[in-house]
């Protein structure tokens, strides 16, 4: 993702946001909270797996919650992918097919076969028809490729695109990524 965002909502704004999805008055945003503030553009709410996602890779206090600060950091990050996501939506149905998912992957510079992008559509797509996804099953992917990326590149010390692996090292590799 491009690091650049045009977000340039004051801390008031995001305030004010962060109090109206905090409906528990907790000064932390649940997963629930979430779901029911993040909204797809055809109006379905994110998928609790997105919002988990989303909230481990943001919070580092070992909670499945947001405080203020790591809220609006979330906020600038849906922003970057609503900009990627509407960049290869090429059609603007809201949507992400086979092809505009190539191409986003092969634009973030991951070189991922038909296949594993047949396989990305089936299990991300929302009907698992493996059409098509929407924007936070973009999000997903993107996450969730990033993450396993970075295990593989861990473990490939030697940068030969290759992992040997006793199965208790993969089922440990796994798990880390579940």
């Given at each position: 993702m491009d690091s650049a965002s045009d977000w340039n909502h004051t801390e008031d704004e995001v305030r004010e946001w962060f109090n109206a999805v905090d409906t528990d008055n907790t000064g932390e945003l649940t997963v629930e909270e979430l779901r029911n503030a993040l909204k797809n553009g055809d109006n379905t709410s994110f998928s609790y797996q997105t919002?988990?996602?989303?909230?481990?890779?943001?919070?580092?206090r070992n909670t499945d919650t947001l405080n203020?600060?790591?809220?609006h950091a979330m906020m600038?990050?849906?922003?970057?992918?609503?900009?990627m996501f509407n960049l290869f939506d090429?059609?603007?149905?809201?949507?992400?097919?086979?092809?505009?998912?190539?191409?986003?992957?092969?634009r973030l510079k991951l070189q991922i076969s038909d296949r594993i992008v047949q396989l990305l559509l089936k299990k991300y797509s929302r009907n698992y028809d493996g059409r098509t996804i929407n924007f936070d099953q973009f999000?997903?992917?993107?996450?969730?490729?990033?993450?396993?990326t970075e295990s593989f590149r861990y473990q490939d010390r030697n940068k030969q695109g290759k992992l040997y692996l006793s199965y208790e090292e993969?089922?440990?590799?796994v798990i880390n990524l579940l």
């Open positions: 919002i988990i996602l989303m909230i481990r890779m943001i919070n580092s203020l600060n790591e809220f600038i990050y849906i922003d970057r992918w609503r900009k090429v059609d603007r149905n809201n949507s992400i097919d086979k092809e505009e998912l190539k191409e986003a992957l092969y999000i997903n992917i993107c996450i969730s490729l990033n993450n396993i993969f089922l440990v590799q």
